[in-house]
């Protein structure tokens, strides 16, 4: 609809809808904590009033004396806003009302049926809580307070006002919040259309290298700007936000698929990769070799020597993995001390020369402790070659593992390797 005017008019109509929209949302968060301030300081008044009351009242309800509870509540008469006035005994039985004048008998039934249930209701669930009943809405609001002596219940008293003076300073507010809202947005219209000019051409030149970032996903682009003002400092902010952007995008990269502490694969990864090799093995009928690795008596190492020794046992491992691997295979760390070769079109042979490369490379190994002695350390494998048709991923590696736990039961540093079946 608004394809048709300048880019001008569009902003000018864009600020004015905005300044709006905010005015509307600002408006109604002051009008509802109005709203909700003017019921609690009702409800507050409400309660005092009652609360003077039921210390008065107390004497009259232990001796049941109706005249002077009709006395106590006659003081009510003086406030046009209190539409009716209960006083029960301990057994719910009335011993005294006050009502407008101005009321009908089927009003005043109503009201005093609407008391009568939320006191009846209340009591029914919390029968031993001193605590007063109150309610508010928009056309009445009340509160019904129970009545002690000497912690025992002897009776209580509900009073019930109109909202009219709520309602009318509620309404009193909206007349002016709706006025000084239509004046403010009068006001930014104007300055909107004045002040556009200044605005157009830089937001439209930042929005155009958005536009572009956002369709090549090149972050490489930059916003260029000879302004000194704040538009200068918005497309100097801009263009290290997507610096930082690009950055932070390459370093995610890395850790969705790198684990922290070793510099190789991930389990994340290890696992989308093996479901492609997976896939390629089936239809080319080449076998995938696994290997799980797993680093003999780790729990000692890190008992013995501290955990910074394992991390860096694990990281040199990690290393000697890499270089007793092929160059495309796939090496991952997926648990504490566990790792996972990935080897594409390896069969048995293969599988096993580089299982038994890898055992003999850390066992050969010296890991040079801080203080110069030389730690000596041996691994334990699981091996398996198949061409895995009709067969997940979770199933080859529940024959891996359980492979690699012959290897641990049958004396550690060594390699078990399975049969195809």
Do not use: W
Not at 347 to 357: G, Q
């Amino acid at each position: 609809m608004l394809s048709h005017l300048k880019i001008k008019t569009k902003l000018a109509i864009f600020l004015g809808l905005s300044a709006a929209l905010a005015l509307l949302i600002s408006s109604l968060i002051t009008l509802f904590t109005t709203y909700i301030e003017q019921k609690q300081d009702s409800l507050n008044f409400l309660n005092q009033l009652t609360n003077i009351i039921s210390e008065n009242m107390r004497a009259a309800l232990a001796f049941h004396d109706r005249d002077a509870v009709a006395k106590l509540l006659l003081p009510l008469k003086v406030n046009p806003h209190i539409l009716l006035a209960i006083v029960r005994d301990e057994n719910e039985n009335i011993l005294g009302t006050y009502t407008a004048e101005h009321l009908s008998q089927e009003v005043i039934k109503s009201y005093s049926d609407l008391l009568l249930n939320k006191q009846t209701s209340h009591s029914g669930s919390h029968n031993t809580s001193p605590k007063a009943i109150e309610e508010a809405t928009f056309s009445y609001m009340f509160v019904i307070k129970p009545i002690y002596l000497e912690n025992r219940k002897i009776g209580s008293i509900a009073i019930l006002t109109d909202n009219s003076k709520f309602r009318m300073a509620m309404g009193n507010h909206l007349v002016f919040q709706f006025i000084a809202s239509f004046v403010s947005l009068m006001i930014i219209l104007i300055f909107s259309i004045k002040l556009q000019k200044l605005f157009t051409s830089p937001i439209l030149n930042l929005l155009d290298i958005m536009d572009k970032i956002s369709a090549t996903k090149d972050y490489n682009l930059q916003a260029t700007s000879t302004r000194q003002d704040e538009f200068g400092h918005l497309y100097k902010g801009f263009n290290n936000m997507i610096t930082e952007i690009r950055q932070r995008d390459e370093k995610l990269e890395s850790l969705s698929t790198t684990d922290a502490l070793t510099g190789i694969f991930n389990r994340r990864y290890a696992y989308e990769q093996f479901h492609h090799m997976i896939i390629k093995s089936v239809r080319k009928k080449e076998p995938i070799g696994v290997l799980m690795i797993d680093i003999d008596f780790f729990k000692k190492i890190n008992d013995n020597y501290g955990h910074h020794t394992g991390d860096m046992v694990l990281k040199e491992i990690a290393q000697i993995l890499l270089h007793c691997a092929r160059q495309y295979d796939i090496i991952a760390r997926i648990g504490g001390e566990e790792f996972l070769i990935l080897c594409d079109n390896s069969d048995y042979s293969v599988t096993r020369s580089i299982a038994e490369r890898v055992r003999k490379k850390v066992e050969a190994h010296d890991f040079v402790l801080e203080d110069g002695r030389i730690l000596k350390i041996t691994v334990s494998i699981g091996a398996y070659s198949i061409i895995p048709e009709n067969m997940q991923i979770d199933e080859i590696l529940k024959i891996v593992d359980d492979l690699l736990y012959t290897a641990k039961k049958g004396g550690r540093n060594r390699v078990e390797m399975g049969l195809n079946q």
